[in-house]
């Protein structure tokens, strides 16, 4: 199975600074059709998960274009430009090139300092 | 707009067995692959299960494999999860996904004696 390790596991940010979270697999996330199949998820407090990024840099409708991915193979990073109050909560990485299983990073939680 | 929405859950013994339930609505269901993931209290996303659009395949996660079953009714536009042998660690809020893009609330499983 694919292991995805997020860094930080806790990220205290300050309103208005970026924000970086960190995002590895245990092997290369690039896929046979030549995609690499890497989302980013965001949960706030007492809601289900929200899809944020697709395919490693693709914003979802709706999402602010503060958001955005990059990376590629192993390593993968979702940046905030600028962090809001509402975007607090826990942030997941999680591949879907090599299923079964889908497998999700331990999450990474957002608080304001 | 895509609904998905979770029922079934509840409090069972160990040993026990619960059936959840998604209703989905908005989109041509026969279409689309469905997946089941689940989050303990307090802990991360965890990959349950999933089933191909017409029902002829399935995936499990191994902590799952060989007491849970997954189906689909696509002439009542509902996917479903039966959930055998339960084992206190099933304890979980369990989401109905498609695409891993929309997300159910979620319907909360105990295993509890």
């Known amino acids: 199975d694919v292991v995805m390790t997020q860094s930080p596991l806790a990220l205290p940010v300050t309103l208005g600074q970026p924000a970086s979270i960190s995002c590895r697999s245990s092997q290369s996330l690039v896929h046979s059709d030549g995609n690499t199949y890497l989302n980013w998820f965001q949960q706030r407090p007492g809601q289900s998960p929200r899809r944020l990024i697709y395919?490693?840099?693709n914003r979802d409708s709706g999402v602010p274009d503060r958001f955005s991915g990059s990376g590629s193979g192993t390593d993968f990073t979702l940046k905030i430009s600028r962090v809001e109050a509402e975007d607090v909560g826990v942030y997941y990485c999680m591949q879907g090139t090599h299923w079964p299983p889908w497998t999700f990073g331990q999450g990474t939680k957002v608080e304001i300092k | 707009e895509v609904q998905l929405v979770e029922s079934g859950g509840g409090l069972v013994q160990p040993g026990g067995s619960l059936r959840l339930s998604c209703a989905a609505s908005?989109?041509?269901?026969?279409?689309?692959?469905m997946h089941w993931v689940r989050q303990a209290p307090g802990k991360g996303l965890v990959w349950v299960s999933r089933?191909?659009?017409?029902?002829?395949?399935?995936s499990y996660a191994d902590s799952v494999k060989g007491r849970f079953t997954i189906s689909r009714d696509n002439a009542k536009n509902t996917v479903y999860l039966q959930m055998n042998s339960l084992r206190t660690e099933d304890t979980a809020v369990y989401y109905c996904v498609r695409g891993f893009e929309y997300w159910g609330r979620g319907t909360l499983v105990t295993v509890s004696s």
């Open positions: 089933i191909d659009s017409d029902g002829s395949s399935t």
């Open positions: 908005g989109f041509t269901f026969s279409s689309y692959w």
């Open positions: 395919k490693v840099s």
